[in-house]
C-alpha cells in the first residue's frame, strides 16, 4: 500500500527512528519519492498535545497543490502511523491520487478529524519545522514550495497550552 506524507514523516530519518522505536523493520518503507497532491493546501490548523504546538495538516483547496513523500509501506508500518497519528480521533484516513516523476500513484494520506481542526494556523516547535524542510530538502521539492513552506511553518517561541 502506499503512504503519503506531508509533515514530519517526510523526514526519512525520523520516520527510520520512528519504526525503529517500535521494532518495525525499515525494509517495511520502501520506494520514497516526491509527489504532489493537487486541490490541497498545507495547514497547522491542528494542536498537538505532544508537541504543545502546531501540527500540518491538509485541507481541500482549488488552484493549491501540496508537495510530499509518497512511499509504499506494510500493514505493520500502517499500525504504527496510526498509533503515531492518533488515528481515528485525531487524523482520519483518505484516500488520494498523486502526482510522481513516473505517473499518477493512488495513496492514503491523514487529514485532521473536522472536529479536531481549528479556525486559525498555530505555529509549531522549531524542531518539528526542521523535520519538514529537511525532508522537502532531501527530495528535492520545488524552490517555491519550499519557500512556501518557510512562511507557512512559523516557529513558536515557547510552549503553549490549548484547553480542551
Same mark, same amino acid.
Do not use: W
Given at each position: ?107 492514503? %494520506?491523514?487529514?485532521?478529524? *473536522? ?43 515557547? *510552549?503553549? %497550552?490549548?484547553?480542551?
Amino acid at each position: 500500500m502506499n503512504y503519503f506524507a506531508f509533515g514530519s514523516n517526510m523526514s526519512v530519518f525520523h520516520l527510520i527512528d520512528l519504526l525503529t522505536e517500535h521494532g518495525d523493520g525499515v525494509d517495511d518503507l520502501k520506494n520514497p519519492r516526491r509527489a504532489v497532491l493537487r486541490g490541497y493546501r498545507l495547514r497547522t490548523n491542528y494542536y498537538s498535545g505532544a508537541h504543545r504546538a502546531g501540527a500540518a495538516n491538509i485541507e481541500l483547496a482549488e488552484d493549491h497543490k501540496v508537495e510530499g513523500v509518497v512511499m509504499s509501506i506494510s500493514e505493520g508500518v500502517r499500525d504504527i502511523l496510526r498509533a503515531k497519528e492518533g488515528f481515528p480521533a485525531c487524523y482520519e484516513e483518505t484516500e488520494i491520487k498523486v502526482q510522481t516523476s513516473t505517473g499518477s500513484v493512488s495513496a492514503f %494520506t491523514y487529514i485532521v478529524s *473536522p472536529a479536531r481542526q481549528l479556525a486559525i494556523d498555530l505555529p509549531v516547535t522549531p524542531e518539528y519545522r526542521q523535520l519538514i524542510l529537511d525532508g522537502a530538502r532531501m527530495f528535492e521539492f520545488t524552490s517555491s514550495y519550499q519557500r512556501q513552506l518557510r512562511y507557512i511553518l512559523k516557529p513558536m517561541r515557547s *510552549p503553549m %497550552t490549548i484547553p480542551d
